[in-house]
T-cell receptor, first 113, second 113 residues
Framework: EAQVTQNPRYLITVTGKKLTVTCSQN?????MSWYRQDPGLGLRQIYY???????DKGDVPEGYKVSRKEKRNFPLILESPSPNQTSLYFC????????????FGQGTRLTVV | DQQVKQNSPSLSVQEGRISILNCDYT??????FLWYKKYPAEGPTFLIS?????DKNEDGRFTVFLNKSAKHLSLHIVPSQPGDSAVYFC????????????FGKGTKLSVKP
């Protein structure tokens, strides 16, 4: 089954404690991205990757890092989480950017206290 | 500045009637538009798309209309069903977005039995 898998689904952490949210897709897609969803703000792109070792900033990259060492994986790293990063995060993949549908993971609800 | 706008945060419709969800955009370079549907606790799923060379695309009960001169698109659902109750996101790509999807804030549709 074609899917995008994120882990964990839920996470509560403390300010400053580094964390990683994993994302993996099994569709051999080149393009992957991370979004955050906040009430009243919709989906905003954090980072995206056009292919292995190619990443770039989206609209709200501050406080986040990503890496793309393998085609299937695109982890999101919060080196020093802060309460304003409390949000619902989605990973997405698509064969190419923009002109095809993107497949989304089920989301990771992160709370930073 | 918000390039994709969904000005109605919510919409309530009776089962069997037509639901019309609206979306406006400001960037004339956008040339591909998509609608995503999102249920609680799930990731967004692709619903329907339209290229700027068309003014209408239909898929079953769902039809998307594009008015380029007005920079406006709409999603029509006929007939509406209770299972259509979800948040609907409009997204656009093209131009300097480099193929990245730019999302609106979403409209929550409630279809009442």
């Amino acid at each position: 089954e074609a899917q995008v898998t994120q882990n964990p689904r839920y996470l509560i952490t403390v300010t400053g404690k580094k964390l990683t949210v994993t994302c993996s897709q099994n569709m051999n897609h080149e393009y992957m991205s991370w979004y955050r969803q906040d009430p009243g703000l919709g989906l905003r792109q954090i980072y995206y990757s056009m292919n292995v070792e190619v990443t770039d900033k989206g609209d709200v990259p501050e406080g986040y890092k990503v890496s793309r060492k393998e085609k299937r994986n695109f982890p999101l790293i919060l080196e020093s989480p802060s309460p304003n990063q409390t949000s619902l995060y989605f990973c997405a993949s698509s064969p190419r950017p923009g002109y095809t549908e993107a497949f989304f993971g089920q989301g990771t609800r992160l709370t930073v206290v | 500045d918000q390039q994709v706008k969904q000005n109605s945060p919510s919409l309530s419709v009776q089962e069997g009637r037509i639901s019309i969800l609206n979306c406006d955009y400001t960037n004339s370079m956008f040339d591909y538009f998509l609608w995503y549907k999102k249920y609680p606790a799930e990731g967004p799923t692709f619903l329907i798309s339209i290229s700027s060379i068309k003014d209408k695309n239909e898929d079953g009960r769902f039809t998307v209309f594009l008015n380029k001169s007005a920079k406006h698109l709409s999603l029509h659902i006929v007939p509406s069903q209770p299972g259509d109750s979800a948040v609907y996101f409009c997204a656009a790509s093209g131009g300097r977005s480099q193929g990245n999807l730019i999302f609106g804030k979403g409209t929550k549709l409630s279809v009442k039995p």
